[in-house]
């Protein structure tokens, strides 16, 4: 078993010496990972969708009772600060969840608004239940109506004698939720959907399977593929919704919010920098380690070092970075998350990656793909989509 | 309702009219907006008992910038003047007073009484004022150096006041370069020693700036004060209101009392489209210029998502702590203080020690036990103010904090009442017997009147890093982050009293952009 710090927290890494079991449970059944070191606001009263519409980069006023929206939120220059999600569970009650402690940076909007902003990373825990079969498993602990349950929707349910919160959400990419519950039920609910998970082959699963499947989904990690505009010693570290790909979450034409008008004048005169998906050539890698006598050595677990991309073999011209990468098991693909400069950001681009065989640095060819790998249809298929 | 502007001023205080008219008179169409029944703001007179009035809450008109007035021609429209600064007594606890009048012999023959010494130091403390006047006087009445732009203008600009500063020659300018960021008690310390007079010539460093004589860079504040306090309004404050007031009608200004801004209109693209009145009637202008404070500008006259946080931020630390508090009394018989009559203006504090220690308490939430009084008796000089042989006094109490603990109400007002009516005893025994009538006004009252926020009575503290770009830098130079919205008021350069520099400066700003 290996443990990481996160956030304070003890977080399993892998239950096992190799995580490929965890990976494989996540795309094949279903793995259960606790999230609980996610930091998890809640913000009520009659203007919380206003005061949280002020903060993020989407409009939160738009968002329906039991919908979910992914999002991020800026500083005054429109760059990123952290990404996470804001749940709807009332008219007048939203729950967010953060990478980073965002308690200090939402709080100094308060002014003007009727909300209470409070704090209860310490008081909710969160558990992962992603996969194919996640459904099903879920179905056996509680009678939410799950196949009427859309992708990022979110509903209130019972398990035994307590409640939680289910969304449809998930860093793997898959079919998979998220359970909200308060720390005083959390071990009950671990127990109860690994008690329903077990003729549906669950697993216990950590973060480094996490890693691979959030690679192959394309969803970029902060202090990995961009740093909190907040903790960024140098402005070049800085980067806009519209660099790191959240360019989508981004809702200009309305009310005023952090970071509009350099978001909108960003809009006008276009990015520096894009996150794109690097399809990394095989062939050509093989090729470098068998020069060497070599067999070709990738490591299994999803590596997060910054790796130069040029426009050519040569390297006289350095046009980007990779931030984070893997294998793909499921897509037999060698991938990665790279931030390039703006004109080299088609799809079908042909950039150069380096490689390091034997000490010494050579380049293959990487194709510019979409950041989403692998995307099945089950992600986001609803069984009885009639029902909102 | 048809009508349009050009420019709407919120605010008809001694700033806003003199902003109003300053644009008025290059035809710019220009409406005032005042909240209370009457224009002025803090320069404005009232009836505080029957039959008694004040001319002003603030009662120094020693600040007033003379050149303005004359741009203003305001010597049309009533106003006199003189272009000195009045006599001021200060007292001794031990029944003693020294005059400082403009008369630098006459003021050292006086203080020659107590000692040669201080006799010969105030000679020399004038002519270093007299020395300095020019470069410190040039430096308030001309807009903030801007230290961030390169333009050529810019430099030039820069180049200029350096070259002033240096022009004093090197034994003056390094003079002035080691005692600015001094304290004030040990800047005087160093020339008298005559403790009242030294606590009296200090006083003005500490209105309004949440120091003590012994708290650093409060010898700026004296040495600002010392330099542009050359003027006496004959009237008072109110005098001056009524002839600005005649002189903005006369440009063509429309004002409106009674009219309070609830909402500063703005677009999409933060540009200013106008004012919506808590009435909700809307008027239209593409400029508007606030003359009240920057906070009351900012957060109580924006949307809150309007603004950006590094805005937000910087308005949330804008210093404008309330310290002073003002007592107005009506007295049935002429006043006299350590047996001196006929006076207008009396300062008390007696020593370094004394002043600091009535300081002392308003870091902690409790006001003076024995405050620093900055007395003026208006019915000296303008009889009109009471009935026949009365008299009215105007007292700025130092120090009495806006963030009382418990908070202010009549029982804590009843405890500052007396201990002032205590102090005012001891320099004037029996004045208490003569009291017809009196009216204690808190930071809190202050605020609650004037919407001077915090109480403060200056629009913000006066200290070095609120000085040049007063409020912040993000608001310095009367402009805002939003297109067409100015501020023109005393939470701009160069600061609060009454001087008309920031409507001054803030109207020709303006001019400059349109």
Redesign the interface.
């Known amino acids: 078993m290996k443990w990481k710090i996160w956030a304070g927290y003890y977080a399993v890494c892998s239950y096992e010496t190799l995580h490929d079991a965890e990976y494989y449970a996540f795309r094949n059944s279903a793995g259960l990972l606790d999230v609980s070191p996610l930091f998890k606001y809640r913000v009520t009263g009659p203007d919380a969708a ?1 005061f949280l ?2 903060i993020m980069v989407r409009n939160i006023e738009k968002l329906a009772v039991g919908r979910v929206a992914y999002c991020c939120w800026c ?2 220059h429109g760059k990123v600060i952290d990404d996470g999600t804001v749940m709807r569970r009332g008219e007048q009650e939203f729950f967010v969840t953060a990478a980073d402690p965002a308690f200090s940076w939402f709080s ?2 308060l ?3 009727r909300v209470e902003l409070t704090d209860i990373s310490d008081q909710v825990a969160g558990l992962a239940l992603q996969g194919p079969t996640s459904r099903d498993i879920l179905k056996q602990v509680c009678d939410a109506d799950l196949d009427a349950l859309k992708y990022f929707a979110t509903c209130k349910t019972r398990v035994d004698n307590f409640e939680i919160y289910i969304s449809r959400t998930g860093y793997t990419g898959d079919l998979g939720y998220e359970l909200w519950v308060d720390n005083a039920h959390a071990l009950k609910l671990w127990d109860a959907v690994m008690d329903a998970g077990r003729n549906y082959d669950i697993r216990p699963a950590g973060l480094d399977a996490l890693d691979v499947t959030r690679v192959e989904a394309g969803l970029i990690l902060k202090d990995v593929d961009y740093y909190n505009a907040l903790h960024a010693l140098i402005d070049d570290r800085k980067s806009s919704p519209y660099e790191i790909s959240l360019g989508w979450t981004v809702d200009l ?1 309305r ?4 970071g509009q ?1 350099a978001l909108k004048a960003e809009k006008q005169q276009g990015s520096k920098w894009a996150i794109v998906g690097l399809d990394i050539n095989w062939p050509q890698l093989e090729e470098l380690y068998y020069k060497r006598g070599l067999p070709p050595v990738l490591s299994l677990q999803a590596w997060r070092s910054s790796i130069p991309v040029y426009a050519s073999k040569d390297k006289r011209k350095q046009v980007g970075y990779a931030t984070s990468g893997t294998w793909s098991p499921i897509l037999k693909k060698n991938i990665a998350l790279a931030t390039v400069q703006k004109q080299y950001d088609k799809i079908g681009t042909e950039l150069q990656f380096e490689v390091t065989v034997e000490h010494v640095r050579h380049t293959v060819s990487a194709i510019v793909s979409k950041t989403q790998f692998y995307n099945p249809e089950h992600k986001t298929f609803t069984p009885k989509p009639s029902r909102s | 309702m048809s009508k349009t502007y050009d420019i709407l001023i919120i605010g008809g205080g001694h700033n806003g009219l003199t902003a109003a008219i300053v644009l008025a008179k290059k035809n710019k169409r220009v409406l005032v907006l005042e909240k209370r029944p009457v224009v002025g703001g803090l320069a404005a007179g009232e009836e505080f008992h029957p039959g008694y009035f004040t001319n002003g809450l603030l009662h120094d008109t020693s600040e007033v910038n003379l050149q303005v007035l004359r741009k203003l021609q305001l010597e049309n429209f009533g106003l006199k003047w003189q272009s000195a600064a009045p006599t001021v007594a200060l007292l001794s606890k031990q029944g003693e007073c020294v005059k400082l009048s403009h008369d630098a012999e006459q003021t050292a023959t006086e203080i020659a009484r107590f000692s040669a010494k201080d006799a010969q130091a105030y000679r020399e403390y004038i002519s270093f004022l007299a020395s300095i006047r020019p470069f410190i006087a040039n430096l308030l009445t001309d807009f903030p150096p801007d230290l961030t732009a390169f333009g050529r203008r810019q430099l030039w600009t820069l180049l200029k006041k350096s070259l002033a500063l240096r022009l004093l020659g090197k034994k003056k300018m390094l003079e002035l370069l080691k005692v600015t960021p001094m304290c004030v008690a040990d800047f005087l310390n160093e020339k008298f020693e005559t403790g009242f007079i030294k606590a009296g010539i200090a006083a003005p460093a500490l209105y309004g700036s949440f120091t003590g004589p012994w708290s650093s860079y409060t010898t700026l504040n004296l040495l600002m004060h010392e330099c542009r306090s050359a003027s006496n309004i004959v009237g008072g404050p109110q005098a001056l209101i009524n002839a600005l007031t005649k002189a903005a009608e006369n440009a063509g200004v429309e004002i409106r009392t009674n009219n309070a801004v609830q909402e500063i209109l703005l677009d999409e693209n933060h540009s200013v489209n106008g004012v919506r009145l808590s009435t909700d009637e809307v008027i239209q202008a593409p400029i508007v210029a606030a003359s009240c404070t920057p906070q009351t500008t900012f957060f109580n006259l924006i949307q809150p998502a309007q603004l950006n946080y590094t805005l937000e931020h910087a308005v949330q630390h804008y210093r404008s702590r309330g310290t002073t508090a003002k007592l107005h009394l009506a007295l049935n018989k002429p006043v006299a203080f350590n047996g001196v009559g006929g006076l207008e203006f009396y300062r008390t504090g007696n020593s370094f020690d004394e002043m600091e220690r009535a300081f002392d308490p308003v870091k902690y939430g409790a006001f003076s036990e024995e405050p620093v009084l900055d007395i003026h008796v208006p019915t000296v000089s303008n009889t009109g103010l009471a009935p026949s042989g009365h008299s009215v006094l105007s007292v700025l109490i130092h120090f009495a904090p806006i963030n009382l603990k418990g908070g202010w109400n009549e029982d804590s007002k009843k405890r500052l009442y007396d201990i002032t009516i205590k102090t005012l005893e001891h320099y004037s025994p029996g004045i208490s017997a003569s009291i017809a009538g009196a009216e204690l006004l808190t930071p809190a009252d202050l605020e609650q009147r004037y919407g001077l926020t915090y109480g403060h009575i200056y629009h913000g503290e006066h200290a070095v890093d609120q000085l040049i770009t007063r409020p912040f830098p993000a608001c310095a130079n009367y402009t805002t982050p939003f297109k067409g919205l100015y501020l023109c008021g005393s939470g701009s350069f160069p600061g609060g009293g009454i001087t008309c520099m920031p409507g001054y400066l803030g109207a020709q700003t303006i001019l400059k952009h349109c």
């Open positions: 206003a519409s002020r500083d005054d100094r909007f002014r003007g608004y034409d009310g005023p919010f952090n008008a």
